[in-house]
């Protein structure tokens, strides 16, 4: 299973990004999805996550309001639409895939929940 995530790059504050995560090599529709950041100097920490059938969402405090997971089976995408950016949002974001049986949700903002992980994209937000 592979992971790309693209849609990264310089932005301003107020600016707005969207990433994209392709998924390849597996069943798309099994996995929960989750997008994680890393800023400089810092732990890995969570941003959102989306159950395999898009229904359920769950987003971090520090952006709630802000930024929108979704995800489009079909195209075995799952995407992170941020708005109103902030300098503190800049880091290296990572798209994961938790894969879980059918009857399971596969919503988690554990890290060690997920098997598999993009190679990330750079988010920058200048002031």
């Known amino acids: 299973v592979q992971l790309q995530a693209s849609g990264g790059g310089l932005v301003q504050v107020g600016g707005s990004l969207r990433l994209s995560c392709v998924v390849s090599?597996?069943?798309?529709?099994?996995?929960?999805m989750g997008w994680f950041r890393q800023a400089p100097g810092k732990d890995r920490e969570f941003v959102a996550t989306?159950?395999?059938?898009?229904?359920?969402?769950s987003h971090s405090d520090s952006v709630l309001g802000r930024f929108t997971i979704g995800r489009d089976n079909a195209k075995s995408t799952a995407f992170l639409q941020m708005t109103n950016l902030k300098s503190e949002d800049t880091g290296i974001y990572y798209c994961a895939a938790n894969e879980v049986p059918s009857w399971r949700t596969g919503l988690s903002i554990q890290g060690k929940d997920y098997e598999y992980w993009g190679q990330g994209t750079q988010v920058t937000v200048s002031s």
């Open positions: 989306i159950n395999q059938n898009g229904g359920i969402t």
């Open positions: 090599g597996g069943t798309f529709s099994t996995y929960g």
